[in-house]
């Protein structure tokens, strides 16, 4: 098994540094910390050169204009990359995902915007629903997987996602790793896909998504041709191996985007990159009908699982993923 994949090939291929992490062995430690050190230092993503970082960024958010009423809200200091979009419009505004709850948000979208807020989140991962229970007005869907998730949870995973090897440095002032949880929240309205959330002047509508998870949904903005992804693209190996996944549910969802790409001017993906290309789309389906069909090649990434690697993006399932014809 490859267990240490080189600091060139994880910055461009990875999606967050929990991959990295955990294809770790003890005898490895201080060549994969050297590593870590070399990730960090290219943070932010050379991406985020061609767009204006507003002066409202802090030690733990970064933020950034990418077109007209639109902020991309990126976490990158912290191995899930995570970014959250604040949309726009005349009456209200829109934030899309509330981050992983380690920094406070709201400070950020208070500075941004003073209209009615609403919250909703691509889908209930904790990493996308840290900060909800900093507003008043959540939409939702109303399934199991997201009813369960907006409980709240403190446990492994929620404190490594605040550990030394999930940072590349210290965590918001006042917060104690031992503090960090993911808060409940309630959902104030229950909404589905077909759905449509007015601002005044921009339109979004909801795409229900299913395959990553039960919830996964995409936005879009018809008028513009701009289209939130969430977890179902992103610029690297997007994660397809949790129990909530379900891979045909995906491949439908997948070719769901990839009929809208005529229509689309840019994807506003959840981590890593902000604005990328739509076409990329329909390499991505064909990219997963190979794996599928056992054509393409897996690489073992840490127990259980295989990365399948494409030019610029990928898939990170179970090893024992059941092909589908």
């Not at 990158?76 to 009456?91: D, H, N, T």
């Not at 399934?143 to 403190?154: D, I, L, P, Y």
């Not at 440095?169 to 031992?178: I, S, Y």
């Not at 699982?305 to 993923?321: A, I, K, N, S």
Request: glycine share 6%.
């Amino acid at each position: 098994m490859k267990l240490l994949l080189s600091a060139k090939k994880f910055f461009i291929q990875t999606s967050t540094l929990a991959a990295f992490i955990f294809s770790l062995s003890a005898v490895l430690l201080a060549p994969a910390r050297a590593e870590l050190a070399d990730f960090c230092d290219k943070l932010p993503r050379a991406a985020y050169e061609q767009f204006t970082e507003l002066p409202v960024s802090n030690d733990w958010f970064k933020v950034y204009s990418v077109s007209p009423g639109i902020w991309a809200i990126y976490e990158p200091y912290q191995w899930q990359e995570v970014i959250s979009y604040l949309i726009e419009g005349e009456e209200r505004a829109l934030l899309f995902d509330t981050g992983n709850g380690i920094g406070d948000i709201k400070a950020i979208t208070d500075q941004l915007v003073d209209k009615p807020l609403i919250v909703l989140n691509s889908h209930s991962h904790f990493d996308h629903i840290g900060g909800n229970y900093q507003f008043s007005e959540v939409l939702s869907l109303n399934t199991e997987f997201s009813n369960r998730n907006s409980k709240g949870r403190q446990d492994a995973d929620t404190a490594m996602e605040v550990s030394d090897d999930a940072l590349c440095h210290g965590l918001p002032e006042g917060l104690k790793p031992e503090d960090h949880r993911l808060r409940a929240y309630t959902a104030t309205e229950w909404v589905a896909g077909g759905d449509t959330i007015d601002l005044g002047g921009r339109t979004l509508e909801i795409i229900h998504l299913p395959g990553h998870t039960p919830d996964a949904i995409a936005l879009i903005d018809r008028d513009s041709g701009f289209l939130w992804t969430g977890d179902s693209f992103y610029e690297g190996p997007i994660w397809l191996y949790a129990p909530e996944t379900d891979l045909a549910l995906y491949r439908e969802s997948l070719a769901k985007m990839v009929a809208l790409v005529p229509s689309l001017k840019a994807l506003f993906p959840a981590h890593n990159t902000p604005m990328v290309d739509p076409e990329v789309l329909v390499d991505v389906q064909k990219a997963f009908n190979q794996v599928l069909a056992g054509a393409a090649q897996p690489v073992p990434t840490w127990p259980g699982t295989v990365t399948f690697e494409f030019d610029g993006f990928g898939f990170l399932m179970r090893e024992d993923y059941t092909r589908l014809e």
